[in-house]
């Protein structure tokens, strides 16, 4: 991990060291993946891109132990396929809107009373491995890591990245562009499983908001959409709020606008 963050490359001098490496007459390309690029010169490591470091992460979480866990992810998921040739044809539907507001149920809470935001924890993992995609190991060894959060979100929004490597050398066909498009089903399935899940909630319950992960309803349908999450299997937190007025309410030590 040192080697990799003494090659970074800010992007105020990215282009120009591409250019000086083709104008040394190296064979040159360049892997990309997503935002993320890899600078190759005659086949060797010359830089990456600083971009690469810049997604916020847990301060208890070093690059290193990011990385590993990338790494354990799609191992994992390597493996589940090898085990399961069905996930390969496994495509999940979702035929809704991801997020709403219902201003109506918002206006019959009355100032000053408490409604509840139910929100799963680490909801793309908990989907992942309600899917098949994470061994049960992998799933247990991470699920209640607050420390992981963000890359427990991160390596599953990767899956989504183009993937395409360049080259410099004159050829007549100089960008091939990897087939990743299993890839990208397994990101959209995680992703509609987990509106599913959220919609099933407002379906059977009153509710006055939801977004990809979470629901907010009136105090007296707490316990229903709790139960409900109990019965899928879903881990998920309890947040209290308190209805300011027309516009506002209060949760975890924050005023929000409703």
């Known amino acids: 991990m040192q080697f990799r963050k003494s ?15 083709i104008e040394n007459g190296s064979k040159v390309s360049e892997h990309r993946s997503g935002s993320r690029r890899t600078i190759y010169a005659d086949r060797n490591i010359c830089g990456y891109s600083q ?17 590993a866990f990338l790494g354990a992810f799609k191992k994992s998921l390597y493996s589940q396929f090898r085990l399961n040739q069905n996930l390969y044809n496994l495509k999940i539907e979702f035929d809704g809107i991801s997020r709403e507001k219902d201003y109506d149920s918002w206006l019959k ?11 799963l924890s680490s909801a793309y993992w908990q989907m992942a491995f ?3 995609y994470i061994s049960k190991k992998l799933y247990q060894s991470y699920i209640f890591r607050d ?7 991160y390596c599953v929004s990767f899956l989504a990245r183009e993937n395409e490597m360049k080259y410099f050398d004159g050829r ?7 087939d990743v498009e299993v890839f990208h089903r397994v990101y959209d399935n995680i992703r509609h499983e987990l509106y599913n899940c959220i919609d099933a909630l407002k379906k059977h319950n009153n509710w006055v908001e939801y ?3 979470g629901i907010s309803v009136p105090e007296k349908d707490k316990d229903a959409v709790c139960k409900c999450l109990d019965e899928m299997n879903l881990i998920y937190k309890i947040n209290e709020c308190i209805k300011i007025d027309k516009d506002e309410y209060f949760q975890k030590g924050q005023i929000r606008k409703f």
């Open 7 to 21: 090659l970074e490359i800010d992007d105020q001098h990215y282009l120009n060291t591409l250019q000086v490496l």
């Open 51 to 67: 971009t690469d470091y810049s997604l916020p992460l847990s301060p208890e979480l070093k690059p290193s132990q990011f990385y």
């Open 109 to 119: 809470i009355k100032n000053r009373t408490k409604f509840y935001n139910i929100d």
């Open 130 to 132: 309600r899917l098949g």
């Open 147 to 153: 420390e992981y959060k963000e890359a427990k979100r």
């Open 172 to 178: 007549e066909i100089d960008v091939v562009e990897c």
């Open 211 to 213: 977004n990809i992960d």
